[in-house]
C-alpha cells in the first residue's frame, strides 16, 4: 500500500531532507570526529552516543526518500465550501452535543492525540467532500457508527488553529 501525500507533504519532507543533509550532518560528522578523538573507543560513550545519533539521522533521511518515492500524490479536489484535505473541522456529536474540532491530513500525518485525522480514517471518511451544516454517519464497525454535524470549515487549515480556537 502506498502512503497517500499531498505535494505539500512531499515538499516539507524534502526541505527536512535539505536540512538534515546540509546541516545536520556535518554537525554529527563532526560529533563523531571529536568523540574519536578523546581515546579508547572500547570506554567512548560519547562516541557511541554521536555514533547513535549520526545514524537515527541517516535512518530518519533514508525512511523520508523512501516514503517519497513510494508516495501517491492525492490532489484536494473540494470545493470552496467543501471538506478537504488540509481543512479543519469544527463538529458536533450529535448524540450528547459535544463538540470538537479537526483538521483532516494525508494518510502520512494522521495523529489523532493532536486531532490530525486521516483521509482514510473512518472519520476523515465521513466528512471529505461535505459542507456546512450537513450531518454525517461515522462508522467504526459493523456494529458501531455516531452522527456528526458540521458546525464549521476552515480551509487550508494550516493557519486555522488561531482561527478555531474561540468556539
Same mark, same amino acid.
Given at each position: 500500500m502506498f502512503n497517500q501525500l499531498t505535494k505539500k507533504d512531499i515538499a516539507d519532507m524534502e526541505a527536512e531532507i535539505e536540512e538534515r543533509k546540509v546541516v545536520i550532518r556535518p554537525k554529527l560528522l563532526e560529533a563523531v570526529k571529536e568523540a574519536r578523538a578523546h581515546g =579508547? !573507543?572500547? +570506554?567512548?560513550?560519547e562516541y557511541y552516543a554521536a555514533k547513535k545519533e549520526k545514524n537515527a539521522n541517516e535512518s530518519r533521511i $533514508?525512511? #523520508? +526518500? $523512501?516514503? %517519497?518515492r513510494t508516495a501517491e500524490v492525492i490532489e484536494d479536489n473540494a470545493a470552496s465550501d467543501e471538506v478537504g484535505v488540509n481543512d479543519m473541522v469544527e463538529v458536533m456529536f450529535v448524540e450528547d452535543g459535544e463538540k470538537d474540532s479537526f483538521t483532516i491530513v494525508s494518510t502520512m500525518r494522521g =495523529?489523532? #492525540?493532536?486531532? !490530525?485525522?486521516?483521509? +482514510?480514517?473512518? %472519520?476523515?471518511?465521513? #466528512? #471529505?467532500?461535505r459542507k456546512e451544516g450537513e450531518e454525517t454517519e461515522v462508522t467504526v464497525n459493523p456494529e458501531y457508527s455516531y452522527r456528526l454535524k458540521i458546525l464549521k470549515i476552515v480551509k487550508d487549515s494550516e493557519n486555522a488553529n488561531a482561527k478555531l480556537r474561540g468556539f
Open positions: =579508547d !573507543l572500547s +570506554e567512548n560513550f $533514508r525512511f #523520508l +526518500e $523512501r516514503m %517519497i =495523529d489523532s #492525540l493532536n486531532n !490530525l485525522v486521516s483521509v +482514510e480514517s473512518p %472519520i476523515g471518511k465521513a #466528512l #471529505l467532500g
